[in-house]
C-alpha cells in the first residue's frame, strides 16, 4: 500500500492564481481530511469528507474548495491565491470517525504564494 | 477553550541521553490522547495513543504517559538516536465528530552526535 500521496510536493503561486492539490489513499478509508500547517501553529482542519459525495468545512475554509467524487481521491482547490495561504497542506485519511482510530498522513504539499 | 500546549518548544539532547516533552490540555470531553512524530518534510505518523483509563503506553523507546486529572501528558524518549530528531506532537481528541482533534505546536527535538 502506498497510503496517503500527494501532488506536487512544492508549490509557487502568484497572487490570484488558482491551483489544485492532489490527494489520494489506496487504504479504502472512507474519512479524508485536509490540514493546513503554518509556522509555529498546529495543525487547522480545513475541510473533510465523511464519503463519496459528501464533505463538510472544517475551522478554517475560507478561500478553498473540495469535492470527493471517488473514495480514494479528495483534491483542493485553490482558487484566487492568497499570501495567506502560503502553508503546507497535509492530506490525510482513516477508516472511521471514531476517536481512536488513527488517522494516516501524506507527505505534504509546501505551498508559496507571492 | 480547547486548547493543547506543548513544551518545550526546541530541545537539542546528545544522542543515548534520555529526554520527556511535555503536553498540557484542556479539551473537554477529553476521549484520548497521541503522540505523533513528524520527520522534516514528511506527514506526522502515530507513536502512541492512550484513552482515559490509561496512565502509561510504550512504543520502543517512546513512553507515554497521562494524567486526566490534571490534563498533562509527557513523552520520554529512552536512549535517543540521530533518526529521533524530529517534531513531536501532542492530539488531543473530542469524544464525538469528524473535527475532534486538537493539536499541539509540537517540540522540535534535535539529536546530536
Known amino acids: 500500500n502506498a497510503g496517503v500521496t500527494q501532488t506536487p510536493k512544492f508549490r509557487i503561486l502568484k497572487i490570484g492564481q488558482s491551483m489544485t492539490l492532489q490527494c489520494t489513499q489506496d487504504?479504502?478509508?472512507?474519512?479524508m481530511y485536509w490540514y493546513r500547517q503554518d509556522p509555529g501553529m498546529g495543525l487547522k482542519l480545513i475541510y473533510y469528507?465523511?464519503?463519496?459525495?459528501?464533505?463538510d468545512k472544517g475551522e478554517v475554509p475560507n478561500g478553498y474548495n473540495v469535492s470527493r467524487s471517488t473514495t480514494e481521491d479528495f483534491p483542493l482547490r485553490l482558487e484566487l491565491a492568497a499570501p495567506s495561504q502560503t502553508s503546507v497542506y497535509f492530506c490525510?485519511?482513516?477508516?472511521?470517525?471514531?476517536?481512536?482510530?488513527?488517522?494516516?498522513f501524506g507527505p505534504g504539499t509546501r505551498l508559496t504564494v507571492l | 477553550k480547547n486548547q493543547v500546549e506543548q513544551s518545550p518548544q526546541s530541545l537539542i539532547i546528545l544522542e543515548g541521553k534520555n529526554c520527556t516533552l511535555q503536553?498540557?490540555?484542556?479539551?473537554?470531553?477529553?476521549?484520548?490522547l497521541r503522540w505523533y512524530k513528524q520527520d522534516t518534510g514528511r506527514g506526522p505518523v502515530s507513536l502512541t495513543i492512550?484513552?482515559?483509563?490509561?496512565n502509561t503506553k510504550s512504543n520502543g523507546r517512546y513512553t507515554a504517559t497521562l494524567d486526566a486529572d490534571t490534563k498533562q501528558s509527557s513523552l520520554h524518549i529512552t536512549a535517543s538516536q540521530l533518526s529521533d530528531s524530529a517534531s513531536y506532537i501532542c492530539v488531543v481528541s473530542l469524544q464525538t465528530g469528524a473535527n475532534n482533534l486538537f493539536f499541539g505546536t509540537g517540540t522540535r527535538l534535535t539529536v546530536i552526535p
Open positions: 487504504m479504502n478509508h472512507n474519512y
Open positions: 503536553c498540557n490540555y484542556t479539551v473537554s470531553p477529553f476521549s484520548n
Open positions: 492512550m484513552t482515559f483509563s490509561e
Open positions: 469528507s465523511v464519503g463519496a459525495g459528501i464533505t
Open positions: 490525510a485519511s482513516s477508516y472511521s470517525a471514531r476517536s481512536t482510530d488513527t488517522q494516516y
